[in-house]
């Protein structure tokens, strides 16, 4: 019996596969191979098929897979455009998710902040990252690509004497053009909880 993330997935690739878009690659940023088209989320290798979701060739039937057929659905032809960033609360509809997205995205990676900056290159390598741009602040910066085109960028504080750690979590400056609000703050859930474990 289907679990209800797994509805909302099959209902996804439902709407994804009958859509009429000349060029479904294109829009994902994703290689095509018969009806499959793969990429990289949130570090791992992504298989969209007509029927499932995989992440390292394993079958996707949590809100990981909900998140990445949300990006199937709503990922048009136009490339990312990654600056300027834009945080979170400055997105328009964001207001009744900015509670849950600052615990999930932000704070909880306030405790591990120094593990982060010792663990930045192995992040940036699985992540497909680089290094923050010029003058993005906090004591270090990264952008990962979580999904093809959508870009975050973390900037991350130090505690010091007179101010504990912290991080901002920004957004590509078109990213709502390839994911609905709530998506967003998933996508950006879930890229925090991958920093966590390549931080161990």
């Given amino acids: 019996m289907e679990n209800r993330y797994e509805k909302l ?8 596969y009958a859509r009429e878009e000349a060029d479904k690659a294109l829009c994902l940023g994703a290689e095509k191979a018969g009806h499959s088209f793969s990429f990289m989320a949130f570090g791992e290798a992504c298989l969209i098929e007509p029927d499932r979701v995989t992440l390292s060739g394993l079958p996707e039937r949590g809100p990981k897979g909900v998140v990445i057929t949300l990006y199937a659905l709503h990922a048009g032809p136009q490339p990312m455009e990654r600056e300027p960033f834009k945080a979170f609360r400055d997105l328009p509809q964001s207001m009744p998710f900015h509670g849950a997205f600052h615990i999930n995205s932000e704070s909880v990676l306030v405790p591990r902040v120094e593990a982060l900056r010792r663990a930045e290159r192995k992040i940036r ?6 290094k923050g741009p010029d003058g993005a602040g906090g004591d270090f910066s990264f952008i990962l690509n979580p999904l093809p085109k959508i870009a975050l960028c ?27 609000i709530d998506g967003l703050a998933d996508t950006a859930e879930y890229t925090s909880r991958r920093l966590l474990v390549l931080a161990r």
């Fill in 9 to 16: 997935i099959t209902t996804n690739l439902d709407r994804f």
């Fill in 154 to 180: 973390y900037i991350f504080y130090l505690p010091d004497e007179d101010f504990p750690a912290s991080v901002t979590c920004l957004f590509s400056a078109n990213a709502l053009s390839f994911m609905p």
């Fill in 125 to 130: 390598s699985a992540v497909q990252g680089e």
